[in-house]
């Protein structure tokens, strides 16, 4: 399934550790630099900015091909309307074709490939919404199949972002087709579908063999996180049952179940944040810091307690005091949870023993310079240290 050489895989998680040990102080750089030119690797850029700039010029060229595409179509059918509704296609195959094509060439995570991919998929959905009219759950389940194809043929993160929030989209909407009751429950339906995949891929994480997958997996793992939070925010919550069940709220009344969903909208986030500290875990320490945020936003939306400069200024002041009592209560622990600086960001530890065996394969040890010593042994005409004939 997957286009690429799997051993280029495991050669690019060896180099990014590689990375990672050098800066923090295991390896050498010029270690570094030899297992990059050892290993053979993809053209691709780890740059953002880079890439973002690759990613333009792939549209652009993606663009134009579709254009030149669509003046041959309007130009030699006799219908506009029959090449409008099989455009799309055409231009997804294109896209296809364009990923395969960069894909052969060794082009991974490159900038150019991300616009064929997304191209091709934006194509799909709007391929779909056109031959259904605009029909929001096939237009998810078409998008949802072509996204997790392209996670699954080119390893793209991206793409397996947009799976996961296709994937939401057709829990949602397939609840709307079964009434009002379907959608009264589907705050609760959507709370045990990402609590079910959250263990699940925390499971496969943890039994993971192909290390190339472990960024999909840790995205859906973290998607799993948002929506659970997201599914019972009262916030949410309120907002769709006004807008998808019409339930007015006047004042002086509220939604059913709010007392659940004022405590969800609190709870959670706090389950999150001792959770992240217990386990280290630092993707759901921020999750749980933006929750925090969102939650005082939840009710500040609908309660107004302060005006808003003077709710600021204190806020502000609560985050300095609570940050500057941490800094001055861990900046001396050595272990568990601390202040110092991780001397490694990314804590997979099959990534670290794998780089390892890699430098230990190629015979690089750091270099120990011993103290000088104090006796000059020199000379040496002969086969004896210094046997020159002289004392």
């Known amino acids: 399934m997957i286009v690429y050489d799997k051993n280029l895989l495991n050669n690019l998680a060896l180099v990014e550790e590689a990375k990672t040990l050098e800066s923090a102080g295991f390896i050498s750089k010029e270690q570094k630099n030899l297992i990059k030119k050892e290993l053979p690797a993809f053209k691709r850029q780890s740059n953002l900015l880079v890439r973002l700039g690759f990613f333009l010029l792939g549209a652009f060229l993606y663009l134009s091909v579709c254009g030149v595409i669509s003046l041959m179509g309007l130009t030699s059918s006799g219908s506009e309307h029959t090449f409008f509704n099989v455009c799309c296609f055409i231009f997804a195959a294109i896209g296809f074709a364009g990923a395969e094509f960069l894909a052969v060439q060794k082009y ?23 031959i259904t009219e605009g029909y929001e759950l096939q237009i998810a389940l078409f998008v949802a199949i072509a996204s997790f194809f392209m996670y699954r043929r080119y390893l793209h993160l991206l793409s397996l972002l947009v799976f996961c929030i296709a ?5 949602f ?33 943890n039994n993971l ?17 948002v929506l659970f939070y997201l599914s ?51 993707i759901m320490l921020w999750i749980s810091f933006l929750a925090i945020a969102f939650s005082f936003y939840t009710i500040r939306f609908y309660y107004s307690v302060l005006p808003i400069e003077v709710a600021l200024t204190l806020g502000g002041l609560v985050m300095f005091a ?11 622990k050595e272990s568990g949870l601390t202040f110092k600086p991780d001397r490694i960001n990314n804590s997979n530890a099959i990534l670290n023993a794998e780089a390892l065996i890699v430098a230990s394969t190629f015979g690089m040890k750091p270099e120990v ?19 020159e004939g002289t004392f």
């Open 108 to 130: 991974y995570g490159h900038g150019l490939d991300d616009a064929f991919i997304l191209g091709a998929i934006l194509n799909i959905g709007f391929a779909i919404a056109i």
């Open 167 to 171: 994937v939401t989209a057709i829990l």
């Open 173 to 205: 909407f397939g609840m709307f087709e079964f009434g009002d009751i379907a959608k009264t429950i589907l705050p609760f339906v959507a709370l045990l579908v990402s609590a079910i995949f959250y263990f699940l891929t925390k499971r496969m994480i």
């Open 209 to 225: 063999k192909d290390i190339y997958f472990y960024n999909g997996l840790l995205l859906a793992n973290s998607f799993c996180l």
């Open 232 to 282: 019972c925010n009262y916030l949410v919550v309120r907002e769709l049952s006004v807008e998808f069940l019409g339930n007015e709220v006047l004042p002086g009344q509220d939604i059913p179940f709010a007392y659940f969903f004022y405590a969800f909208t609190f709870i959670v986030p706090a389950v999150y944040l001792v959770q992240a500290l217990k386990t280290k875990d630092r």
């Open 322 to 332: 609570i940050a500057y009592f941490a800094i001055r209560k861990l900046k001396d």
């Open 369 to 387: 310079k011993g103290p000088d010593s104090p006796m000059d042994f020199g000379g040496g005409g002969f086969s004896g240290g210094g046997s």
